[in-house]
């Protein structure tokens, strides 16, 4: 029965696309019309449609294209990438086209820095889907191309960690192991920190998982080195935050305050450590002042972007950059 | 609460009022304490309770209550809706209706505001007098949730002299962005003036009330601490009536005065109060922090 399934799935995946327009459109993105089909990527109802019809052209994507092999699979897969970035929210496809790219991208002999960028928008883009298993996922396939890229160890923590988020795991109940998975985290972050490249952003993320394991002082130890290493004013902010966390857990409130005042120096204005400064004052020596905070940030017709809300995602933070990276890279 | 004709007696001491009216709900202060209390049976309000109906203990010390009242003052209602991706869709609709509809219970010298709950806060309108229609038309849903952060907020805005604070949220219940942990919240609605009560639609409503997911926990232990509660409610049924319940428990319930007998110690002040003359369903907040 093996091998009519085979034949089966063989057959469906050498058909012609259900609608036309996916097959007309990636033609015009290998073409000379990249731009007008990015711009017109938002107007993508679903991207199962996508993900359903280039499953059908996989095997005649550089035929499709009358193109080398390698370079109508480069195209092929950025041109899915290109509709991930428009449409990640719609994370369980986005996922499954992210890996159709993938496919793509393993299928080149020799990878050079055009895939390595691709794998590191990936990450990117997965990031948005808050899937950790497509991270992990992800994090196989790039290894099998650049098994030296630093960055694998930070993902790995990354994944670990967004399986111990609130952000992933949703309704109502909280992972069984938990305990054990943020144990995995820290281990992960913690190899992560040997690597020069990553050492800032991996003591940061193990300082915040420390403070999920209730365990301050391991918080307070690693992202009080953290900071030197860190050039993203983004991951300075988020470090000085988690620091007045770590701080305040351990009693040392005008520690904690100073840090918090620190952060919204480095972002002024931002949610998160608007709230923890507020919430530190209310408890201990200034009612008045934290109201003044709680009322300035309430009243605003928006807040500004706060790196908190896209510190559980990992790498998405990053995804403009990376998309415009991979862009650059496939001129 | 559904169809419940609740009996409003006023019990006024004379002078209390004139006292209360000089500070909000529950503030712990040198003047003493304010605490309220909901005594109902049968799910109605119990009206006609004197002092001596009442038995309060702070930190296991007997107290003196000093006064009894129910409260005549003004309302500041603060609701504080989930705008999140989650409500989307036919439940934000019935949100905007069920806004709509509490603000028409509310007396013109009552005021109500609006905080959304998204990955940001944000105060959707600001108070505006009972009985006026709040501009609603444009909530939108979308994004994550930070319901700690949002329930915190709304505690740490001070409320004005002579007027009650009630603040009345609506969520799924799931807190998916909030940068403070739950122990922080709990902690904060010690410290809080306002009567904190929650609204959380589950399959069975009340039936449900079983649940014990952490983040239900957490909201039992935060409304609790305020004297308030948290109401299941089936994902079908109004969320204009738990409003309403809410509202309707907070006008009739007691507001009892006490002097606790010696200093008052820094920390967790641990407060019992019951009534013994009767099988009384009696809320009252769990407790209050004196700063250290």
Redesign the interface.
Known sequence: MRWVAAALLSFVATQAPERPWVAEWLKEFAGDSRGAVIARMNKIDSLKVLEVDLDRMSENIPATLALPADQARRLAAAFATEAVFAKFEQSQSAAKLIEWACRQIRRIQQPGPYEEQWHLAAFALLGGTADPNAIDAHIAHMRLQFPNEPRLLLQRGIAEELRASRFAFGKGTVPFDLPRRLEEAAKRFTEAAAVESTRGEALLRLGHVELSRDRPDAALAALNTAEPALGDRDLVYLARLFRGMALERLGRVDEARAAFESALKARPDTQSASIALAAVLFRTTDRDRANTIVNDLLSRERQVNDPWWVYPPGDFRLVEARMTSLRRALK | MKGAAWTVVLLVVAGAIALEAQRPVFRAEAAGISITVSVRSGGKAVAGLTAKDFTITDNGATQKVSSVSVESLPIDLTLLLDLSGSVNGLRLERLKYSVVETAKLLRPVDRVRL?GMQ?????VF?YQAGGTRPPVEQLTAFG?T?LY?GL??AM???GEPERRQLIVAAT??????S???ET?VK??AG?ADAVVHVIIPVLGGRSAKTIS???ATTLTDVTQRTGGQLFWIDPGAPVSDAFAQALEEFRTSYVLRYMPDGALTPGWHEVNVAVPSGQYDVRARKGY?I??
């Open positions: 905080i990955h940001e806060l944000r105060q600001g994550g930070s952060d915190a907020a740490m805005r001070a799924d219940g799931d807190d998916t962005l940068i403070l942990p922080s902690e904060i410290y997911t952490p983040a922090s700063r250290k």
